[in-house]
């Protein structure tokens, strides 16, 4: 079963602003997902997830995530994350997160699969995944969705995306305070 497939099946898609095919056997999804659903109220109304992958940015191709990046809003939410997607993550994908309570980053082995987890303070994940593929936003306007989605993973596979090497638990320790959550509503 391919990603898509099994989110798809799992209704685990969260307004998605992309989900179609790339160049070759590549797949490509920007928008949420779903790790915790929200509360059934009734038949035909649900609250929001209680735990999502938020700004997902990712390509897959197959049965594997290539590359994969998201906003968790805590650090405690990789492991249930990681939980529910761990049939598609492969020890030579590159994954990268960007956590809003995390007080540093690092790049930790989990499970035989290795991420990087970096601090997202204000800015999206995509204009962190932009600078650190060395992209400037006016050389991805002329691009049509699929492009740029495409351009920026091919930079970023070309990228080092690694911070210093922590383990799990060390990253567990990073865990502080959100500065998104302290600003309230925007």
Same mark, same amino acid.
């Given at each position: 079963?391919? %990603? /898509?497939? #099994?989110?798809?099946?799992?209704?685990?898609?969260?307004?998605?602003? #992309?989900?179609?095919?790339?160049?070759?056997?590549?797949?490509?999804? @920007?928008?949420?997902? /779903?790790?915790?659903?929200?509360?059934?109220?009734?038949?035909? @109304?649900?609250?929001? %997830?209680? /735990?999502? $992958? +938020?700004?997902? =940015?990712?390509?897959?191709?197959?049965?594997?995530?290539?590359? #994969?990046?998201?906003?968790?809003?805590? #650090?405690?939410?990789?492991? %249930?994350?990681?939980? +529910?997607?761990?049939?598609?993550?492969?020890?030579?994908?590159?994954?990268?997160?960007?956590?809003?309570? =995390?007080?540093?980053?690092?790049?930790?082995?989990?499970?035989?699969?290795?991420?990087? $987890?970096?601090?997202?303070? &204000?800015?999206?994940?995509?204009?962190?995944?932009?600078?650190?593929?060395?992209?400037?936003?006016?050389?991805? +306007? @002329?691009?049509?969705?699929?492009?740029?989605?495409?351009?920026?993973?091919?930079?970023?596979?070309?990228?080092?995306?690694?911070?210093?090497?922590?383990?799990?638990?060390?990253?567990?320790?990073?865990?502080? &305070?959100?500065?998104?959550?302290?600003?309230?509503?925007?």
């Amino acid at each position: 079963m391919t %990603p /898509i497939e #099994f989110i798809k099946q799992n209704e685990l898609a969260w307004q998605p602003s #992309f989900n179609n095919s790339l160049s070759g056997e590549l797949h490509g999804y @920007r928008g949420a997902l /779903i790790v915790e659903a929200g509360k059934q109220l009734s038949a035909d @109304r649900q609250l929001p %997830p209680k /735990i999502q $992958a +938020k700004q997902v =940015l990712m390509v897959s191709e197959g049965e594997a995530f290539n590359f #994969f990046a998201c906003e968790l809003e805590s #650090f405690n939410h990789f492991k %249930p994350m990681f939980e +529910k997607f761990q049939s598609f993550f492969k020890p030579d994908g590159t994954y990268i997160l960007f956590v809003t309570d =995390l007080d540093g980053n690092g790049t930790f082995e989990y499970e035989g699969i290795t991420f990087t $987890a970096i601090m997202l303070d &204000e800015s999206s994940v995509w204009n962190e995944l932009l600078e650190l593929a060395d992209l400037e936003k006016g050389d991805m +306007k @002329r691009l049509n969705a699929d492009e740029k989605i495409e351009t920026l993973y091919e930079e970023l596979l070309e990228s080092d995306v690694s911070e210093e090497s922590k383990s799990y638990e060390q990253m567990c320790e990073l865990i502080g &305070e959100s500065s998104k959550q302290l600003m309230g509503a925007v």
